[in-house]
T-cell receptor
């Protein structure tokens, strides 16, 4: 069964304290790994899509990396406005382009 | 680019009535739209996938007669919750996947609709 696991469930950081969020997956055939940011009461905001092991993408203080078993979302020198829930999802072959989501990591960055 | 809108953002209805939620892709053609529901502090649960002009594919456990999905055009999909009950109260979110010219847009999400059934 295809599965996506995110860790930690919650993370509290001080402003400027860099860290990484993990997304591990067990799927039959990966056709893309997605990262989204979700603020309370809003829909997820697209961040990155990664397609193959070794691929990296960056956007401001965020950098996403992908291996054959997991993905990391690195947050460098976070600011309070980076506080949100970060969701990881995978698209698998034969799945009609649907995404399988992890439970998310709730990030709180304190000044 | 890749903006998805939803309407309404919030709706309160009485038990037994039906509610329609609209999802629109504003700047690309959405060949596929997805409908999710999300309970507080939980992740997204896929309800159904719809391709333009075709019947929706529902996930296991989702009642297709209760959650009616229509995807009649490349920019609009609707979700109708029929005979709503308090347990249907939730946050409903749509997403769209499609193209604009040669650019393919992966799943972009709408802002969500908060449904409260009293």
């Amino acid at each position: 069964e295809d599965q996506v696991t995110q860790s930690p469930e919650a993370l509290r950081l001080q402003e400027g304290e860099s860290s990484s969020l993990n997304c591990s997956y067990t799927v039959s055939g990966l056709r893309g790994l997605f990262w989204y940011r979700q603020d309370p009461g809003k829909g997820p905001e697209f961040l990155f899509t990664l397609y193959s092991a070794g691929e990296e993408k960056e956007k401001e203080r965020l950098k996403a990396t992908l291996t054959k078993k997991e993905s990391f979302l690195h947050i460098t020198a976070p600011k309070p406005e980076d506080s949100a829930t970060y969701l990881c999802a995978v698209r698998v072959s034969g799945g009609y382009n649907k995404l399988i989501f992890g439970a998310g990591t709730r990030l709180a960055v304190h000044p | 680019g890749a903006v998805v809108s939803q309407h309404p953002s919030r709706v309160i209805c009485k038990s037994g009535t039906s509610v329609k939620i609209e999802c629109r892709s504003l700047d690309f053609q959405a060949t596929t739209m997805f409908w999710y529901r999300q309970f507080p502090k939980q992740s997204l649960m896929l309800m159904a996938t719809s391709n333009e002009g075709s019947k929706a594919t529902y996930e296991q456990g989702v009642e297709k007669d209760k959650f009616l999905i229509n995807h009649a055009s490349l920019t609009l999909s609707t979700l109708t919750v029929t005979s709503a009950h308090p347990e249907d109260s939730s946050f409903y979110i749509c997403s769209a996947r499609g193209t604009s010219g040669r650019v393919t847009y992966e799943q972009y999400f709408g802002p969500g609709t908060r449904l409260t059934v009293t």
